[in-house]
Every structure is written in C-alpha cells, then in structure tokens.
C-alpha cells in the first residue's frame, strides 16, 4: 500500500520537471532574441528569418529599412530580423577559394605544357 502512494506523487514530479527545465530554455531564447532586436543599428548586416541578407539603412521603433541591393531599400518589422551577420567572417572564405582556384588551374595548365614539352622532345629523339 505504502508504495502505491508513491507512485502518483513521482510521477508528478517526473512530468513537471522536464516541462519546467524547456519553460525556461525558451524564455532564454526569448529574451536574447530580444536583445538583438533591440541592438539593430543602422550599418549592421542581418538576416530576415525568411533569409534575405542585407544592410540596415535606418531604425525606428518597431521598423528597420534594409538596403538588399545597391539603391533597393525595404521596410522590415524589427521582429523579422533573425540575426546579425559578420561581414569580415562571410567576406573571407570567398576571396580565398577562387585564388585556391586558380592556382591550381595554373598549376594544371604548367603540368599540361610540361608534358607535351617532353612527349615533342622524346618523339624527335625517336625520328
């Protein structure tokens, strides 16, 4: 009978946890997001959450344009604003990978020549 009695109260306790532990995370998440919502300044580069990159041209209360393209500026709710956008981290792995390219596109075309340089000089020492 004793452990009977037990059993409701740990159960309880077994659901209450876990729905109080994600209460929280959430209103954590809630509160940072909030946050940077609020640090939105003209100049900085963001991500709408329907991901539209872009540059925010100016701020009010609740509105910030964002400058899509060179002279194309839209008016976004503050609330669509997903996050910011480092632009030296975005900008650096593009400028390295075409010079990786075509460094080794050089590299390729100088083996090539090399080759048929060779294959000309041995078909002449075989004439």
Known sequence: MQLQSLILPLLIVLLAVPLFL???????AMAEQQKLQN???A???????SGVFGTVVSTSDD???????????????????????ETEAAEAPAVEAPAEESATEE???EDKAETEATESTEKQKTS
């Open 22 to 28: 994600q209460a929280r995370k959430q209103k954590r």
């Open 39 to 41: 640090s939105i300044t």
């Open 43 to 49: 100049g900085d580069r963001v991500m709408t959450t």
């Open 63 to 85: 509105t910030i344009d964002i400058e899509i393209a060179p002279g194309m500026t839209t008016t976004w709710v503050r609330q669509a604003v997903r996050e910011k956008v």
């Open 107 to 109: 590299t390729k075309v």
